[in-house]
T-cell receptor, first 118, second 112 residues
Framework: KAGVTQTPRYLIKTRGQQVTLSCSPI?????VSWYQQTPGQGLQFLFEYFSETQRNKGNFPGRFSGRQFSNSRSEMNVSTLELGDSALYLCASSPSGTSGGMNTGELFFGEGSRLTVL | AQSVTQLDSQVPVFEEAPVELRCNYSSSVSVYLFWYVQYPNQGLQLLLKYLSGSTLVKGINGFEAEFNKSQTSFHLRKPSVHISDTAEYFC??????????FGKGTLLTVNP
């Protein structure tokens, strides 16, 4: 079974630009979560999508947005990039939703997209 | 709300020595706990998880963790570490919205 795939793995942007990151979850997984990882702040939750709906959201400004498609693939977008947006962006998928079955919350992570803002 | 505290940001040890990485948590819902490992330039990989049952949980690469409800702890241990265990380790707890909350991480450095 293929794992979580994130593209691109590395990218460099300049301040003011925007960026779109893509995530393909494990086949059959309907939940996709995004995290920002920086040396100072650690892992910070951005948002989670389930069945094309944003189910949870972290404390990030509106410049950070996301969406999920009918095939569960997800994208996140950051507009008007700032130097502080330089980070590793991790996508994770999960097999189940909040209703029915056992939802342990276990996440399966991709290798991340490393964004550098100059 | 749930939270996770990893008590050590860095733990240096010598090869073949035992190691314990400490994690304390708080949660208002049923406790599901996880340890993840992150090698350089990679994503997070699940080491082990506690869902219910036996409080001693065994994971991959010889790691184990013990769930202690009274002390709200979930410490990770390995009796003998290898150079290849050098990585960052994250403790996480499942929250009320099925969202995982992570600790700040512990950098384990194994020296020859």
């Amino acid at each position: 079974k293929a794992g979580v795939t994130q593209t691109p793995r590395y990218l460099i942007k300049t301040r003011g630009q925007q960026v779109t990151l893509s995530c393909s979850p494990i086949s059959g997984h309907r939940s996709v979560s995004w995290y920002q990882q920086t040396p100072g702040q650690g892992l910070q939750f951005l948002f989670e999508y389930f069945s094309e709906t944003q189910r949870n959201k972290g404390n990030f400004p509106g410049r950070f947005s996301g969406r999920q498609f009918s095939n569960s693939r997800s994208e996140m977008n950051v507009s008007t990039l700032e130097l502080g947006d330089s980070a590793l962006y991790l996508c994770a998928s999960s097999p189940s939703g909040t209703s029915g079955g056992m939802n342990t919350g276990e996440l399966f992570f991709g290798e991340g997209s490393r964004l550098t803002v100059l | 709300a749930q939270s996770v505290t990893q008590l050590d940001s860095q733990v240096p040890v010598f090869e073949e020595a035992p190691v314990e990485l400490r994690c304390n948590y708080s949660s208002s819902v049923s406790v599901y706990l996880f340890w993840y490992v992150q090698y350089p330039n990679q994503g997070l990989q699940l080491l082990l998880k506690y869902l219910s049952g036996s409080t001693l949980v065994k994971g991959i690469n010889g790691f184990e963790a013990e769930f202690n409800k009274s002390q709200t702890s979930f410490h990770l241990r390995k009796p003998s570490v290898h150079i290849s265990d050098t990585a960052e380790y994250f403790c996480a707890v499942r929250g009320s919205n099925y969202k995982l909350t992570f600790g700040k991480g512990t950098l384990l450095t194994v020296n020859p």
